[in-house]
Structure formats: structure tokens, C-alpha cells
């Protein structure tokens, strides 16, 4: 079949591929993969996935290089990213080589989906571990699905690299000082929804979440953690109640190697003030600057940007990644996996 998409003009959307990638675990362990070209699952009405949120996803991207070549991103790292999102809420962890087997075969069998090196498009990857038994009681299921499909993207924020507001909002918490906030899971994202919904009618691209006990430390960005740099520093927020971002582990790596110097730590939020840049990071987006904190309750803006252009050391954190990512650059770290 022909392609007939427009690569520089794709979204970040769903659009429809030509199979996916499907793993049932029953009787206590898990099957054979295999490949469907059907868009929908089958799920029981009282599977848990359904009623309590027993559902735990992953995001990663494979790029076409300018040899042609398919590299997909760090996947061991999603690999156990969700195993502990799996430990976190009580489903059965999906092997690691199962994962990594799955997600090539889902990119190999889409290959024609795969945007053109240069286009700014890549392919998404979605892997997804649900609770699939039938229960009523309130306990972790027996049955679980793995799936893992595929979508061609362009990039996540419209406004691509160029920095953009977040806004701060007391009101709305996206995790629990205990809770999920650590692990992928679907329910953090349904706690989102509300802020995330209200700041983005009021201009914002994100909500920078302050910790939930004290409302006084930076958490992380809705879907995206946080980063500043100070004083040729890069400084990320340590927290209990944040997902351990595999773009903002890469950034902390390459931010070393650059010879900044690198503090993941509690971050309070008077520190704002005196940032030279701010961003988001996270796979989709790879990396937001942050154009301008707007502090909705204290009525105060921190201003990182004014003239419409990226901080110099997120710019180059920036090229950095995309360029190992694509094959541009050697990929000393050991990060990419070729598809053949
Ligand atoms: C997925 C996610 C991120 C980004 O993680 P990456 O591994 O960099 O894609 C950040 N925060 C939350 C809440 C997430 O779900």
C-alpha cells in the first residue's frame, strides 16, 4: 500500500497502523506474543482495569536515521520503568526480553509508518499492562494484557522547540505524597485531567505541580518533569511523588558530560526566581523550555525567556539528545537500539 501521509504535518494523535503487538498472561504466567491487526481488545465488564485503574502504561519513540536505519530510545529503560509501575499496583510484571522483543516486532511490522529522517516525526510507541480478570472485590486481578501499538507523531507541543508558559496551581495535586505519583499509571493521568484542562484554556501548556504534602518544593510538569539551570548547574526536583523521567535521566548524563554540574535534590519553590532556564522534559516533547512560571495563587511571574527563543544550554541539551537519538551522533552511553 501506498503512503500518503503528510510527515511535517502530523500531530501528536493517534492514527491508525497496521498491527499490534498482544501478550496474555493466565494460570500464572505469561503466553507467546502475538500479532493483531484489529484495533480494539476484548475485555470482560468487570475486569479491573475498568473499575479500579489497575492499568500501567509506557511512551518511547523510534526514529528512521539519515542511514536509513531504525533506532528505538533506551527501551530496557521503559522495560523496567514498567515492571516497577506493574510492582506499584499489583499486576504481574512483564519480562524485560518480552518487552524489548514486543516493541521491535510492533516497529518492524509498522515500518512503512516510520517518518522520513528530517521530517521532525517519529514513531510512537505505547506500550500497555492491564488488569484483564473478572472481579468485583477490590483485589489485584489474575488475567493482565500487554499490548503494544504503534503511531507516527510530529511534535507534542504545537509550538515545537520553543518556550512556552506553565502555571502553578495550589489547588490541584496530580499524585498522593504516597501514592502513585511514582509509577506510569493510568489513574495519576484521570487526576490530571481537571488542572491540566484548566490551564491549558488560560494559555499554559502545562501545570507545574508543587510536592502534594507541602506545596512548598517543585514536583514535575503534568506528563514532563522539571528541570533548571543555574550557574552552569543542572538542577532537577528529588520527590517521592514524581515519575522517574527517562529523558531527564539522559539530560542528567549528557548535562555531566557537557561539564555542568548536576544537583537532584529538593527544590523549593523560592528557588524560581533565580533560574537562567526552565524546561519540561519527557519522551514526547523531548525537551519545553519554560518561557514563564505564572504562580496563579501568589499572583508572581518568573520569566525565563523574552524573546520567544530557548535557553543556550537547553538548546544544546536539546541537539545533544536528538542527535543520538537519530544516529546524527555517535551514542557513546550504549542508549539505542538499531531494528533491523
Ligand atoms: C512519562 C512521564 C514523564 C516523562 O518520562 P519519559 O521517560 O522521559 O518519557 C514525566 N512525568 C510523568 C508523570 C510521566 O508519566
Not at 215 to 223: A, F, I, N
Request: aromatic share 10%; hydrophobic share 35%; net charge neutral.
Amino acid at each position: 500500500m501506498e503512503n500518503t501521509i503528510n510527515w511535517s504535518e502530523l500531530s501528536f494523535g493517534y492514527m491508525k497502523t497496521d498491527y499490534n503487538v498482544r501478550c496474555y498472561y493466565r494460570n500464572g504466567r505469561w503466553g507467546e506474543l502475538e500479532v493483531s491487526s484489529s484495533e480494539t481488545v476484548s475485555i470482560h465488564m468487570s475486569a479491573t482495569c475498568l473499575h479500579y485503574g489497575q492499568e500501567a502504561f509506557e511512551g518511547l519513540k523510534a526514529f528512521r536515521g539519515k542511514d536509513g536505519r531504525i533506532r528505538v530510545f533506551r527501551m530496557d529503560e521503559n522495560a523496567k520503568r514498567l515492571q516497577s509501575s506493574a510492582r506499584g499496583i499489583m499486576m504481574a510484571e512483564f519480562p524485560v526480553e518480552k518487552f524489548e522483543e514486543a516493541v521491535c516486532k510492533a516497529v518492524r511490522l509498522n515500518e512503512r509508518f516510520i517518518p522520513p529522517y528530517g521530517s521532525g516525526a517519529s514513531l510512537y510507541i505505547r506500550p500497555l499492562l492491564v488488569g484483564m480478570g473478572a472481579l468485583i472485590g477490590v483485589r489485584p486481578a489474575d488475567e493482565y494484557m500487554f499490548l503494544v501499538f504503534v503511531t507516527p507523531v510530529g511534535p507534542y507541543f504545537k509550538t515545537g522547540f520553543r518556550p512556552a508558559p506553565v502555571c502553578m496551581m495550589r489547588a490541584f495535586d496530580r499524585a498522593a505524597p504516597n501514592g502513585t505519583g511514582t509509577y506510569k499509571v493510568g489513574g495519576n493521568y484521570a487526576a490530571s485531567l481537571t488542572a491540566g484542562n484548566k490551564a491549558q484554556e488560560n494559555g499554559y501548556v502545562a501545570v507545574l505541580y508543587l510536592d502534594p504534602k507541602e506545596k512548598l518544593y517543585l514536583d514535575e510538569c503534568g506528563p514532563a518533569n522539571f528541570f533548571a539551570i543555574r550557574n552552569n548547574t543542572y538542577i532537577t526536583p528529588a520527590s517521592n511523588s514524581i515519575l522517574p523521567s527517562i529523558t531527564n535521566k539522559s539530560l542528567t548524563q549528557l548535562a555531566a558530560d557537557m561539564g555542568l554540574k548536576v544537583e537532584r535534590r529538593p527544590v523549593p519553590v523560592s528557588e524560581l526566581g533565580t533560574f537562567e532556564e526552565a524546561a519540561e522534559c519527557g519522551t514526547a516533547a523531548v525537551i519545553t523550555p519554560i518561557s514563564r512560571i505564572d504562580d496563579l495563587d501568589e499572583n508572581r511571574s518568573y520569566i525565563y525567556s523574552k524573546d520567544g527563543k530557548p535557553g543556550p544550554t537547553c538548546e544544546k541539551l536539546y541537539n545533544k539528545l536528538v542527535a543520538i537519538q537519530t544516529g546524527d551522533e555517535p551514542d557513546p552511553y550504549g542508549w539505542v537500539k538499531i531494528i533491523e
